[in-house]
């Protein structure tokens, strides 16, 4: 079935370094999603990308969703000790539209 | 109310027994979904409701896994005869529809003893 992965699972940066995760489908999504998970919470919404190419910021954060609509990146400017916690992708599970997660990728920032 | 409510946030329970888990949806939030997240994972698509209807449940691992949604807002999953791989955190989600952004609950921690 459809999956979505993505790289890397692990991350440190020394805050104020730049941090990026990749999404990847080996299928063509009609939409991604983000989400953030702070250590011990929830995973808290952050966009959702439809359109090929589409790019979004969100402050420091910045979104993309690649022009085949089969990959995705989030980008994180001057990384914060705030920034820390598991980024998921979620692409919708076909033939429908139920989000599906990627494993995440663990931020980890060094003060 | 303000945010997706769940309980209890904890739940231990001996292996064979049978649990109820509680999801309080977004109030007009007509689309919820149930997931289970295991330590280090994503979390993982268990079942979908649209109003009072199971949409989609092809996520619930076997037939020990059941969840209802009477009214269209409250819904139960239930499982019975746990065992110690059903332990995991169980997280459900609301949305104003089927295809916008969702808001999970806090979840309830499942551990099978």
């Known amino acids: 079935g459809q999956q979505v992965m993505q790289i890397p699972q692990y991350q440190h940066v020394q805050e104020g370094e730049d941090f990026t995760t990749y999404c990847n489908s080996s299928t063509t999504l009609s939409n991604i999603q983000w989400y953030k998970q702070r250590p011990g919470g929830h995973p808290v919404f952050l966009i959702q990308?439809?359109?090929?190419?589409e790019v979004k910021k969100q402050k420091r954060l910045t979104f993309q969703f690649g022009e085949a609509k089969k990959n995705s990146s989030l980008h994180i400017t001057a990384t914060q000790t705030t920034d820390v916690g598991t980024y998921f992708c979620?692409?919708?599970?076909?033939?429908?539209?139920?989000?599906?997660f990627g494993r995440g990728t663990s931020l980890i920032v060094h003060p | 109310g303000a945010g997706v409510s769940q309980t209890p946030s904890n739940k231990v329970t001996e292996k064979g027994k049978y649990v109820e888990l509680r999801c309080d949806p977004i109030?007009?939030?007509?689309?919820l979904y149930w997931y289970r997240q295991s330590l280090g994972q994503g979390p993982e698509f268990l079942i979908y409701f649209q109003g009072t209807g199971a949409a989609d449940d092809s996520g619930l691992p076997n037939d020990r896994f059941f969840a209802v949604r009477p009214e269209g807002s409250v819904s139960t999953l239930k499982i019975q005869r746990t065992e110690r791989g059903d332990s995991a955190v169980y997280l459900c989600?609301?949305?104003?529809?089927?295809?916008?952004?969702?808001?999970f609950g806090s979840g309830t921690r499942l551990t099978v003893v």
């Open positions: 979620a692409g919708p599970k076909a033939p429908g539209y139920i989000p599906t």
């Open positions: 990308l439809v359109k090929s190419g």
């Open positions: 989600a609301s949305s104003p529809e089927g295809n916008s952004g969702y808001t």
């Open positions: 109030s007009g939030h007509t689309a």
